[in-house]
Structures are given as C-alpha cells and as structure tokens.
T-cell receptor, first 112, second 118 residues
Framework: QQQVKQSPQSLIVQKGGISIINCAYE??????FPWYQQFPGKGPALLIA?????SEKKEGRFTISFNKSAKQFSLHIMDSQPGDSATYFC???????????FGKGTKLSVKP | GAGVSQSPSNKVTEKGKDVELRCDPI?????LYWYRQRLGQGLEFLIY????????KSGLPSDRFSAERTGESVSTLTIQRTQQEDSAVYLC????????????????FGPGTRLTVT
C-alpha cells in the first residue's frame, strides 16, 4: 500500500516558469509534511515543510499548498531556474513515530 | 558545523558476503534513521533509533538486516548474506528528538553508501 503518491514522475519547465509537484496521502494521522530536494550523488536536503494547521507556507521561491480535506499537498517553485533541476520528494510522517514515508520522487528539469 | 557522514561512500561486494555500513550523525542529535533508496525510487524506511528507547525495526525487509547504535553516536547497518536485490543507496539521517517544535524534527541526511552486490 503506497501511503504517499507523488506526481508527475518527471517535469520539464522553461526558465522563469512555475514548477508544480503534487502529492496525496492516505493516513489522516500524518501531521508533518516535508519536501526534500536531491541532486545526483547527494543525500536529500530538506527544502520546506508544513504542518496541517496551516494551508500554505512560503519560503522564497518555494511554496507548499496544503488541502487537509482532500489529503493533498503540493510544491510550487516560482521563477524556476536551471539550478533547481533535481529530484524532489514529498514525505509525510506521524511525528511521534519518527520515520518519514516518501513519495517516489519527481525529476525536474529546468531548461534555460 | 559537520553534517551526517557515512562510510564507505561506495561498496562492491559479492553475493553471499556480509557488509557493514557506518553512519556518524550530527553531534547532539538523539534520533537516527536508516533508509534505502533503490535506483530511480523513493526512500524506504528501514530502522529508527531514538535515545535509549528500543529501536523501531518495522522497516527492515528481512532478518538478514540488522543495525546497532552506540549511545547517541555512531550507527552501523549490517546486511548478512547479501543478495543482488540489496543493491541500493543506503541513507542515514539524524534529527533532534521530536518534541513538538517543528525545527527539532527536521531530518538531515548523509550522502549515502552505494552498495552493489555482484
């Protein structure tokens, strides 16, 4: 059973455009939703995270939108740059249980 | 400051051999996690250590996999009698103890150990 479903698998965006990656979850007990960015040969790095008591969180060009009733959350990258080209993973967890449940990842390519 | 470190960065082993992978967490982080990432896939949780509590081993795929942690420092993941399907990148992460403060729960990942079983 895949608890966190991520789409699309790959995404190509022109420089300056908006990149949107979506995730859906099943377990309503999840209370922490981070996004990770991973470059080839590197470990994932935390990009931004949200808790279900807010519907949106913005940090620079990165925004998480959260829809609790639909059990969905998404990452928006504004003014996408070639340096944003990486694989992005959404995740979810029940904080008291510790481990993260990851989506399968989205490979983003930003064309100059 | 120093991040999470893992060694070796690459390991090639023959089917049937045992391997040990090492993780050095960020100093002061009481929680430590092991994940497995198969090629082109997301991360699969393996095991979680939190302070002196019994580890959460619910993600270990078989009894060939085991892990230990010395106090709140180094951890080793051991895979016995390796199989080709064990080939993956093994990632370690650490965090401050979950306490309700968002910043304390952030997991910081090491660069991983790429294991290839031939």
């Amino acid at each position: 059973q895949q608890q966190v479903k991520q789409s699309p698998q790959s995404l190509i965006v022109q420089k300056g455009g908006i990149s949107i990656i979506n995730c859906a979850y099943e377990n309503t007990a999840f209370d922490y939703f981070p996004w990770y960015q991973q470059f080839p040969g590197k470990g994932p790095a935390l990009l931004i995270a949200i808790r279900p008591d807010v519907s949106e969180k913005k940090e620079g060009r990165f925004t998480i939108s959260f829809n609790k009733s639909a059990k969905q959350f998404s990452l928006h990258i504004m003014d996408s740059q070639p340096g944003d080209s990486a694989t992005y993973f959404c995740a979810a967890s029940i904080e008291s249980q510790g481990n993260l449940i990851f989506g399968k990842g989205t490979k983003l390519s930003v064309k100059p | 400051g120093a991040g999470v470190s893992q060694s070796p960065s690459n390991k090639v082993t023959e089917k049937g051999k045992d391997v040990e992978l090492r993780c050095d967490p960020i100093s002061g982080h009481t929680a430590l996690y092991w994940y497995r990432q198969r090629l082109g896939q997301g991360l699969e949780f393996l095991i979680y250590f939190q302070g002196n509590s019994a580890p959460d081993k619910s993600g270990l795929p078989s009894d060939r996999f085991s892990a230990e942690r010395t106090g709140e420092s180094v951890s080793t993941l051991t895979i016995q009698r390796t199989q080709q399907e064990d080939s993956a990148v093994y990632l370690c992460a650490s965090s401050l103890a979950p306490s309700g403060r968002t910043s304390s729960y952030e997991q910081y990942f090491g660069p991983g150990t790429r294991l290839t079983v031939t």
